[in-house]
Nanobody
Framework: QVRLVESGGGLVQAGGSLRLTCAAS????????MGWFRQAPGKEPEFVAT????????YYVDSMEGRFTISRDNAKNTVYLQMNSLKPEDTAVYYCAAGPYSGSRVGEMYDYWGQGTQVTVSS
């Protein structure tokens, strides 16, 4: 059974930081590219970042590059999203996803999804 479990969300003031963690099980983690997506209330899901199987390549949505950093530890079957300089508009449920294609920014290209973790940024 494949499981992706996100953690690390919470309430933070604008300008603060959070580190999201996604722990994977039931898959050969190093064979999957990993992505982070988010969905704010009343909005469509949005791509945030993705990282290749080895971790050697990363891609971000333009508005988040420089503030967010995706990384992975294949020995721990875990992917991270470090979020700095958070803004109220970053408030959303953040999801991690696993898929076979590195660099994909499209949710449909990912096979497995976590249940999400809420991030709330207060002004």
């Amino acid at each position: 059974q494949v499981r992706l479990v996100e953690s690390g969300g919470g309430l933070v003031q604008a300008g603060g930081s959070l580190r999201l963690t996604c722990a994977a099980s039931g898959i050969t983690f190093s064979s999957y590219a990993m992505g982070w997506f988010r969905q704010a209330p009343g909005k469509e899901p949005e791509f945030v970042a993705t990282i290749s199987r080895s971790g050697g390549s990363t891609y971000y949505v333009d508005s988040m590059e420089g503030r967010f950093t995706i990384s992975r530890d294949n020995a721990k079957n875990t992917v991270y999203l470090q979020m700095n300089s958070l803004k109220p508009e970053d408030t959303a449920v953040y999801y991690c996803a696993a898929g076979p294609y590195s660099g994909s920014r499209v949710g449909e290209m990912y096979d497995y999804w976590g249940q999400g973790t809420q991030v709330t940024v207060s002004s």
